[in-house]
T-cell receptor
């Protein structure tokens, strides 16, 4: 089985631009979660989607948004980029949702640099 | 809100020595607990997880962790460190429903030959 894939792996943008990151979960997985990883703040939960519905959201501004498609693939969008948005964005998929402690499988991440 | 504390942002051990990485959680209700490992430029890989039942959890690569409710701890151990264990390790907790996982700040493990 193929693992979680994220595209692109690296991205460079300038302040004020917007960006869309993509995540393809493991086949059969219906839950996709997104995390931001920075040296200063560590790993922070952004949001989780399950069957095309956002189930939970972390403490991020509205500039961060996401969606999930019927094939479980997910995208996250960041509008009006700020320097502080530079981070590794990780996507994780699992079969179940709802606090089941189902194992999350992480992708390699997208490294976003904002200049 | 749930919080996870990892003592020591950097830990160095000699090859063959015991590895002990500390993790404490804050919750009156024991959450689900996880340890992940991250190698440079890679995502996270699950080492082990505690949900219910046996408090000593065995994971991959010879790692294990013990859930101690009285100490609100979930420390990760490995009897003998290998060079390949050099990586960053994250403790995490899941509670409150859904997949809202709270991570610790991570511990970078250095293995000295």
């Amino acid at each position: 089985k193929a693992g979680v894939t994220q595209t692109p792996r690296y991205l460079i943008k300038t302040r004020g631009q917007q960006v869309t990151l993509s995540c393809s979960p493991i086949s059969g997985h219906r839950s996709v979660s997104w995390y931001q990883q920075t040296p200063g703040q560590g790993l922070q939960f952004l949001f989780e989607y399950f069957s095309e519905t956002q189930r939970n959201k972390g403490n991020f501004p509205g500039r961060f948004s996401g969606r999930q498609f019927s094939n479980s693939r997910s995208e996250m969008n960041v509008s009006t980029l700020e320097l502080g948005d530079s981070a590794l964005y990780l996507c994780a998929s699992s079969f179940k949702s709802g606090g089941s402690a189902d194992t999350q499988y992480f992708g390699p991440g997208t490294r976003l640099t904002v200049l | 809100a749930q919080s996870v504390t990892q003592l020591g942002s950097h830990v160095s051990v000699s090859e063959g020595a015991l590895v002990l990485l500390r993790c404490n959680y804050s919750s009156s209700v024991p959450p689900y607990l996880f340890w992940y490992v991250q190698y440079p430029n890679q995502g996270l890989q699950l080492l082990l997880k505690y949900t219910t039942g046996a408090t000593l959890v065995k994971g991959i690569n010879g790692f294990e962790a013990e859930f101690k409710k009285s100490e609100t701890s979930f420390h990760l151990t490995k009897p003998s460190a290998h060079m390949s264990d050099a990586a960053e390790y994250f403790c995490a907790a899941l509670s409150g429903g859904y997949q809202k996982v709270t991570f610790g700040t991570g511990t970078k493990l250095q293995v000295i030959p």
